[in-house]
């Protein structure tokens, strides 16, 4: 199956930047997969932060982070990136690499595969 690892969280002060890495591999990942990504608060549930299609041609954002966040991919590397900019303490929570054949399945926030998640911090 595939397996997903995120990098790159850390703490960052509110209106920095920071970017997350998510490095795919395994026998049945394919760069036709749709790849994005989620967060979660604690006590709060998972929600859907950004996609992108499997050729990167399209990109989807949550409405919370449009304009602020940008999803790319480099299938050559098996990789996708979120760039993060002008952090809101909001955007505290630790966010998850998905992966899904569908890309109906993962803006609906329900992918095939999740990564185990990296710490991002926004301090106010």
């Known amino acids: 199956q595939v397996q997903l690892v995120e990098s790159g969280g850390g703490l960052v002060q509110a209106g920095g930047s920071l970017s997350v890495s998510c490095a795919a591999s395994?026998?049945?990942?394919?760069?036709?997969?749709?790849m994005g990504w989620f967060r979660q608060a604690p006590g709060k549930e998972r929600e859907f932060v950004a996609a992108?299609?499997?050729?990167?041609?399209?990109?989807y954002y949550a409405d919370s982070v449009k304009g602020r966040f940008t999803i790319a991919r480099d299938n050559a590397k098996n990789t996708v990136y979120l760039q993060m900019n002008s952090l809101k303490p909001e955007d505290t929570g630790v966010y998850y690499c998905?992966?899904?054949?569908?890309?109906?399945?993962?803006?609906?926030?329900?992918?095939?595969?999740w990564g185990r998640g990296t710490q991002v911090t926004v301090s106010s």
């Open positions: 998905a992966a899904d054949v569908s890309l109906s399945d993962l803006l609906r926030t329900r992918p095939d595969y």
């Open positions: 395994g026998r049945t990942f394919f760069s036709s997969y749709a």
């Open positions: 992108i299609s499997w050729s990167g041609d399209s990109t």
